[in-house]
C-alpha cells in the first residue's frame, strides 16, 4: 500500500506565504512525478504545479513566478512554496504521485487535501 501525507496548510492573509509538504511512504518502487493540484468550492479540480523525476517543472499560469514546487527524493516528498498569495488562492490542495510499486504498471496515488484560506 501506498498512502500520501500532506501538511502545512492554514490561514494567512493576502501577501503572506504558506509551505505544503507532502510524503509518499509504503510499498515504493520509484516514483515517476509529483505535483499539486486545487479545487475552490464549486469549481472543478485543477493542476498548480508538477515536477518529475529528473526535476522538470511546471506551474499553471495563475501560479507562476509565485510558487515554486521542489522535491526531495531521499525523501519521497514534495514540497510546493507559496508566496505573495492572493484570496484567490484559496482552495483545498491536493498532492499527488506518479508510483510504480511491485508491479510494472505506473499509479496514481492522491493525498487527503488541505485546505490553504487565504483572507483579504
Known amino acids: 500500500q501506498v498512502q500520501l501525507v500532506e501538511s502545512g496548510g492554514g490561514l494567512v492573509q493576502a501577501g503572506g506565504s504558506l509551505t505544503l509538504s507532502c510524503a509518499a511512504s509504503?510499498?515504493?518502487?520509484?516514483?515517476?512525478?509529483m505535483g499539486w493540484y486545487r479545487q475552490a468550492p464549486g469549481k472543478q479540480r485543477d493542476l498548480v504545479s508538477s515536477i518529475t523525476s529528473g526535476g522538470s517543472t511546471n506551474y499553471a499560469d495563475s501560479v507562476k513566478g509565485r510558487f515554486t514546487i521542489s522535491r526531495d527524493g531521499a525523501k519521497n516528498t514534495v514540497y510546493l512554496q507559496m508566496n505573495s498569495l492572493k484570496p484567490e488562492d484559496t482552495a483545498v490542495y491536493y498532492c499527488y504521485a506518479r508510483i510504480v510499486t511491485s508491479g510494472p504498471s505506473e499509479r496514481t496515488y492522491w493525498g487527503q487535501g488541505t485546505q490553504v484560506t487565504v483572507s483579504s
Open positions: 509504503g510499498n515504493i518502487f520509484r516514483i515517476n512525478g
